[in-house]
């Protein structure tokens, strides 16, 4: 079963397998429109909803080669778009980064009123901060 392999594959590999296989859940959420439909559910099947090859051929009328095949062109279309644009890398830095400045921004205020000297200035801008990441994550 698709579940024995992939825990023999990360156990060979030191979880590069499971890594592997949520880099490619996640490009597919992101690039996932580029694929065929056929290719986008077959890969949906296999990585989201963790189907077996055999699961999915039935679903398909192919051979579990034939879905094998069709999952790797995926692989393939999805890795290699992400390394010509890097859309995927960049937003999810991006979110890291929005992360980090929500949670410097809290520590600020948290510093600020139990200070013995409160800022009313600081806790304007702290404010205004987390408002502008709100903003944007509201565009997303």
């Given at each position: 079963s698709k579940t024995v392999k992939q825990r023999t594959l990360h156990e060979q590999r030191g979880g590069a397998a499971v890594a592997k296989n949520l880099e490619i859940s996640y490009l597919l959420d992101f690039y996932g429109d580029v694929l065929t439909q056929k290719q986008r559910d077959v890969m949906e099947q296999y990585y989201n909803d963790d189907f077996s090859l055999a699961e999915i051929a039935a679903n398909f009328g192919i051979t579990r080669q034939g879905v094998r095949d069709s999952i790797k062109r995926g692989e393939s279309i999805l890795l290699e778009l992400e390394q010509k644009v890097g859309f995927a890398a960049r937003y999810k830095a991006?979110?890291?980064?929005?992360?980090?400045?929500?949670?410097?921004?809290?520590?600020?205020?948290?510093?600020?009123?139990?200070?013995?000297?409160?800022?009313?200035?600081i806790e304007r801008d702290a404010a205004a901060i987390l408002e502008i990441l709100h903003r944007i994550e509201g565009q997303e």
């Open positions: 991006v979110q890291e980064s929005m992360a980090r400045i929500e949670e410097l921004t809290r520590d600020i205020r948290f510093r600020n009123a139990n200070n013995y000297a409160v800022s009313d200035q």
